[in-house]
């Protein structure tokens, strides 16, 4: 190749070739980086890069932008993410490096893998060069349109028409002459406020006009109606504003553009997503020139330093400088006096200036995402604020007597932060804050008893034993996700309206709740309540009561009417409701007249009393998973809407005349004893949905897939209007050697989920081609299968789950491995005994604290509602590319052999796993016969909990076990994993045993099991259970029946494999010649056709006493090949050392295991076969070659296929007998003995 002197060996190519590929594969630090020309594209259509536009650099890693530009004859190179913003790389960066790091990353461990996916050109769909800065027409039009057209000035006809060069940027039309339109006068029409209209005496014109009493008007003449079209849709964008602003935002800029300057007039400046540069003509130095400036917006341009010269801006009263890595801050920001909001998040900030303090008109100070361990003492001095923003840093103490000294801070914001204790200087309480924020931290414990004026309360997902606050002013307390045993709170907070107490460990409901005068909504599910308070039940206030999940037996009796409209006491232990519980109290008035939804699934219940007639507003009764035999009477309420009775015993319903108009929703599946008759159906038919079982179809063997395996898959849309769920289900995958399963979730996009539905299979196979390691091949599945969603300029994200499940030949106790790869939030779970085993990590922010770590500290921005940048709770997807590096899609592996204990596999969505616990997923469907419905009885139970967004679930019943069998090796049904991966020991070296003189095949052996006898079809079947093996690795096996659980063995493992040739004669009826008067012995008469018996032994293990003796030059076996086995070969009749098993070169034998290398010994047969050259005129031997039937040791059909058969010239018929008989003769007496039968000589019955 050729090199430029360089020791990073630069060198341009317009192709990738042979030679490139060679350099390469010398070093894994080499690569290549394709460098685009200029792109210029519109907004309809995209002009995509011609092979004269794209270069191929090869370099290193340590070859640095600079070098590569000198090469190219470039400036400067340009890099590009996921199709996005574009920015001038630095001369020290180096391009193949970026890569490097960018596929690593993503999740790309092998450094070889990285080499190869770096030279592959599809990667530019995520990270790209440039050789020149790419640029978009529409996104020029909205920075600067210029042009040299006709102008006229005014309104009247007395001015004449001038070309003039005419320029709209910012807010205002800039018109000036053509040969002096740097130095010459310009005329600037403000046209905010203004007006902009077509011209109906002139084609293709435009009247520009001022706002104003002096308004100016200017008339422009275009040539083309696109051209025209293009000026006023720009200009009427700028027009219609009330104030001056111009948006610049995600442009790629660097600077400012030159004639926005001239636009005096704007108030509001964003530049946001750009790249911009301190000391550059138009760079942050020069915004100064805005005199009128009072908003700007710089966040996310890496600045990495403070512009000290927006210090002199003194109009500003807005300031963003979010997400720019900036470490402190100047004390000239004294200067913005005016300033009233400054926003400095997710930046590396530890402390503020104290001069910070002189800005006191500033009202709102955003320091989230930050490096802070404690509160800035700067905020005592900022009076105006009212709000402590703090979220994401990295406080572990908060010392209450700091917030104490801040009487202006009511609203405190500490979420996602590493507080594990809070301090309390001295007994002064503080009656200033009325807003608290905990969630995510580490709490054990907290009293905060001393915030007198504390309103709400936020401490959701910490580890809080004990919750102490003042009920002086509580109105609001949110603590789900604790380990809560006891809450105290004192006094009794009469203005509480709202608590939520879910995911606890509380036994009782709190007294002062029970004595809250104002409480609307009580949530205390998931806890170990044992009762209900007849004091909360009969509260004059409650209307949200949610007891769901607890160990509750009984309700109490109610006495009086009451006000509640929602009552959830699902998965309890209610074996029956009060009698009186629906009736009418002391007052005339129904105890629960105004209860809306009724929830009482998952209990014991029988009956539900018939007085639940006289809820006349209930519109939701949900009461599946029970035990009722007896249909309740709701469908003479007025106003029910939705009915969920499936999973009972119901056997009848009794209709009314008229069903309620306003019923919209019926679910009756799972009552296997109800039988609904057509005039029912008929009078349900107006239903918009009717859920009720459906006979299953017959089915036949032919729609049987797998013995191993089945599936069904159920997937409901709730109450969206589309399914962005889909599943992937292949049961024979890879040539019917395992199965892959997959469930994708999209969340909102539906194009996503089924992109990856019908090429992730694809994707797999592929990988396993390259790798056999279940973690690599898994990985680099999801990776590809991201780098595809990028390609397909899919920019939204979806979750992932894949199941591969394949024989396990490691693992000899075990007959399949179960490989599960997810991201997201999709989960897969094994049954086992009964027991649910979780096979998938949940990627979400609350969920995973070490991914909201890494999440953080790659100074991304999370949401009060705990989604990364606004959009996502997930961590990791297929997808989201712009969100890189806080999204990615390197997935969690997990591998479990699979047993007999194995029963199910149950593939899941969010929402499915959101409302079904594992336990309840398992039970619920482990003593389902059929997939299909235990899939839709997922999915049936998830709604019926609540669901209502997309729900998915597939369901694998697994049958690993020997009865599942149905290979057939020459007509033997094969025994358990035993039978094909011994685990024998061996005690005593083995020792070379002679064969038959006879033999002509040549063969390598490497067994440990003994030999025995094999009968042919017409009387008897092997006598043994041991492994049955091949003959010459290098040969093909013969087309042999086999299941998943009994793959076809490696050529490694010898296994004893009985040998039959057939031979067809057209001389005599028998196969023999008329000369002899008697058969050979060892021959089978079968009509035609000559059945031959060949077994062929195994030859370890046994005494050399009755062997022959090595020549001097023979080889002597190591110990290494004690363990691994001896591989021997059988010389043909007539070679050297006729009849004598020699060792054969452990490299040839390793070279012939390969296809591909198996010509290289011998020459291949019109079968398929492959024979030793200097065998090939050995006729008996080649007979052997003839391919044999899958049903049996022999089988001897009418009419064989053509290549079936072998034909023995007569001339040589005489030769075949004679050699049939040595065989026969030559064959070694044994001599059996009673004490160590396993030292018997090895027999070798090989007649060929």
């Given at each position: ?10 060198n ?57 530009c ?7 190179l ?54 020149e ?9 909205r ?46 029409l403000p ?56 948006d ?6 660097e600077?400012?553009p ?104 500033l ?83 907290l ?85 209900v ?14 007891v ?8 109490p ?61 209930l ?52 009552n ?5 008759e ?21 089915t ?34 890879a ?42 091949f898994?990985a ?57 085993v ?37 961590t ?20 479990t ?22 336990t ?21 139970l ?40 011994s ?23 490497s ?50 494999q ?29 009509g ?52 004598i098993?020699?060792?054969v ?9 390969s ?31 003839a ?62």
């Open positions: 190749m050729k090199h430029n002197g360089s020791r990073n060996c630069l341009r190519r317009s192709r990738f070739g042979s030679r490139e590929r060679d350099w390469l594969r010398e070093n894994v630090k080499r690569g290549c980086v394709y460098l685009y020309g200029a792109e210029t594209t519109t907004a309809t259509t995209t002009t995509t890069t011609s092979s004269s536009d794209l270069r191929l650099v090869l370099c290193t890693v340590e070859t640095p932008a600079s070098e590569m000198a090469g190219e004859g470039k400036e400067s340009y890099l590009q993410l996921h199709g996005d913003l574009v920015r001038r790389l630095k001369p020290t960066e180096r391009p193949l490096q970026m890569v490097y790091d960018y596929l690593s990353r993503l999740g790309f461990d092998d450094p070889v893998r990285v080499q190869e996916e770096a030279t592959n050109p599809d990667l530019g769909c995520m990270i790209r060069f440039y050789g800065k790419p640029c978009q027409m529409d996104h020029l039009d920075i600067f349109l210029s042009g040299i057209y006709n102008v006229r000035k005014g309104k009247t006809q007395l001015h004449k028409w001038a070309e003039r060069v005419v320029v709209l940027c910012g807010t205002c039309l800039i018109v000036s002459s053509v040969k002096d339109c740097q130095a010459g006068k310009m005329h600037i046209l905010v406020g203004g007006k902009v209209e077509e011209v109906k005496r002139r084609q293709y014109s435009l009247a520009f006009t001022s706002a104003g009493a002096q308004a100016q008007t200017y008339h422009v003449s275009f040539e083309t109606l696109a051209e025209c079209q293009r000026w006023q849709r720009q200009a009427s964008k700028v027009v219609s504003q009330r104030i001056s602003t111009v610049l935002s995600c442009y790629s800029l600077e400012v030159e004639h926005l300057f001239y636009s005096q007039d704007i108030t509001y400046l964003n530049l946001r997503h750009n790249f911009m540069q301190l000391e550059r003509p138009g760079g942050l130095d020069s915004l100064y020139k805005f005199s009128q400036l009072k908003g700007l917006n710089l966040s996310h341009n890496k600045l990495g330093l403070f512009p000290t010269l927006l210090c002199e801006i003194s109009t500003l009263t807005e300031l963003n400088l979010s997400c720019n890595g900036i470490h402190d801050l100047p004390s000239q920001i004294s200067s913005l006096l005016n300033l009233q909001t400054l926003s400095l998040d997710g930046n590396f900030l530890t402390t503020l200036p104290e001069e910070l303090g002189n800005l006191q008109q009202s709102s100070l955003g320091i989230t995402f930050n490096h802070f361990n404690q509160i800035p003492e700067v905020y005592e001095k900022l009076t105006t604020l009212d709000k402590m923003v703090m979220a994401g840093n990295q406080l572990e103490a908060l010392n209450l007597g700091v917030l104490t000294r801040m009487s202006h801070i009511k609203h405190v914001d500490l979420r996602l932060n590493c507080l594990k204790t809070m301090v309390t200087e001295n007994l002064e309480g503080n009656k200033y804050i009325t807003h608290m924020d905990l969630r995510d931290n580490q709490l054990t414990d009293d905060l008893s001393s915030l007198y004026g504390l309103e709400q309360l936020h401490c959701e997902r910490n580890q809080l034993r004990e919750l102490t606050l003042s009920g002086f002013s509580l109105r609001t307390l949110y603590a789900n996700s604790n380990r809560l045993t006891a809450v105290n709170v004192y006094p009794v907070p009469s203005f509480l309206t709202s608590l939520e107490l879910s995911r606890n460990l509380l036994e009782c409901v709190p007294d002062w709740a029970c004595e809250a005068k104002k409480i609307e909504i009580l949530d205390v599910s998931y806890n170990l309540l044992t009762e308070p007849l004091r909360i039940l009969s509260s004059l206030s409650l209307r949200k009561l949610m769901g999940h607890n160990h509750v037996q009984t309700l009796v109610l006495t009086e009417h009451i006000p509640l409209e929602v009552l959830d006491i699902q998965h309890n232990l209610l074996t029956r409701l009060p009698d009186t519980l629906f009736s009418k109290a002391l007052n005339k008035l129904n105890k629960l007249e105004q209860l809306e939804e009724l929830n009482l699934s998952g209990n014991k219940l029988k009956t539900i009393p018939t007085t639940i007639a006289n809820c006349k507003r519109h939701t009764l949900v009461a599946h998973s029970n035990n009722i035999s007896i249909f309740p009477e709701i469908l003479q309420l007025p106003q029910i809407q939705f009915v969920d009775l499936s999973c009972n015993d119901l056997t009848e319903i009794l209709i009314p005349e008229a069903l309620p108009a306003t019923l919209q929703d019926l679910d009756l599946t799972g296997t004893n109800l039988v609904l057509h005039k029912t159906l008929d009078i349900f038919s107006h239903i918009t949905t009717l859920k009720i079982d459906q006979k299953p179809l017959p036949t063997d032919s729609t049987v897939t797998s013995t191993f395996w089945s599936h069904g898959l159920a997937e409901m849309a709730g109450q969206r209007n589309k399914l962005c769920v889909s599943a992937l289900a292949v049961d024979n995958f040539e019917g050697v395992g199965a892959v399963y997959g469930m994708f979730d999209g969340d909102r996009n539906e194009e996503l989920p089924r992109l990856l539905q019908c090429t992730m299979a694809d994707v797999l196979l592929e990988e396993l081609q390259q790798s056999t390691n279940d973690t690599v898994m680099n599945t999801f990776l590809v299968s991201h780098r595809k969603l990028g390609m397909a300029g899919q920019k939204l994200g979806s979750s992932a789950l894949l199941c591969y499940i394949r024989p396990d030949t490691a693992d000899p106790v075990s007959t399949f491995s179960l490989t599960v790869a997810n991201v997201g939030t999709c989960q897969a779970v094994l049954c086992r005994s009964g027991k649910p979780s096979l998938s990590q949940v990627f979400s922010l609350e969920q995973d604290l070490e991914e909201a770590q890494r999440v953080k500290d790659q100074k991304a921005i999370i949401t009060e509602d705990n989604k990364v940048n606004g959009v996502t709770c997930c990791r997807l297929l997808g989201c590319t712009y969100l890189y590096p806080w999204i990615l899609p390197k997935p969690h592996i997990s591998s052999p699979l047993t007999i204990q194995d029963e199910l596999l149950i593939l899941g969505n969010k929402a499915l796993w959101e409302h079904l616990s594992y309840e997923a398992v039970n619920a469907v482990r003593h389902v016969q059929d997939p299909l419905a235990a899939a839709k009885k997922l999915c049936t998830a709604q019926s909990y609540g669901c209502q967004d997309n729900v998915g679930a597939m369901v694998v019943y697994l049958n690993i076990g020997e009865e599942g069998c149905t290979c057939e090796v020459n007509g033997i049904t094969l025994p358990g994993p035993v039978g094909f991966a685990t024998t020991s061996i005690k005593d070296p083995p020792k070379p045993t002679t064969p038959s003189s006879s033999s002509g095949i040549a063969s390598e052996f067994s440990e099991m003994s030999t025995s006898e094999v009968s042919s079809e017409v009387g008897s079947t092997a006598s043994d259970e041991h492994n049955t093996g091949g003959l010459d690795p290098g040969l093909p096996p013969r087309p042999e029946r086999r299941c998943s659980l009994h793959p076809t063995p490696t050529s490694g493992v010898f296994q004893r009985p040998s039959c040739a057939t031979f067809s004669s057209n001389q005599s009826d028998n196969g023999l010649d008329s000369d002899d008067d008697q058969p050979l012995e060892g021959v089978i008469i079968n035609s056709k000559v059945e031959v018996e060949v077994d062929i032994h195994c030859c370890r293990g046994r005494d050399l006493e009755n062997s022959p003796t090595f020549t001097e030059n023979s080889p002597t076996p190591c110990p290494e090949e004690h363990a691994r086995g001896l591989f021997f070969g059988i010389r043909r009749q007539n070679s050297v050392n006729s009849g098993l020699l060792p070169s452990k490299d040839k034998i390793e070279l012939q295991k296809p591909s290398t198996s010509c290289l010994y011998g020459k291949k047969l019109s079968n398929g076969s492959i024979v030793p050259l200097e065998d090939s005129l050995n006729l008996i031997e080649v007979a052997t070659e391919p044999k039937k899958k049903t049996g040791y022999f089988a001897a059909p009418t009419q064989l296929e053509p290549e079936d058969q072998f034909v023995v010239p007569r001339h040589l018929e005489e030769e075949v007998k004679e050699q049939m008989k040595q065989c026969q003769e030559s064959r070694p007496e044994p001599e059996p003995s009673e004490e160590e039968p396993s030292e018997l000589p090895e027999e070798f019955d090989t007649a060929l």
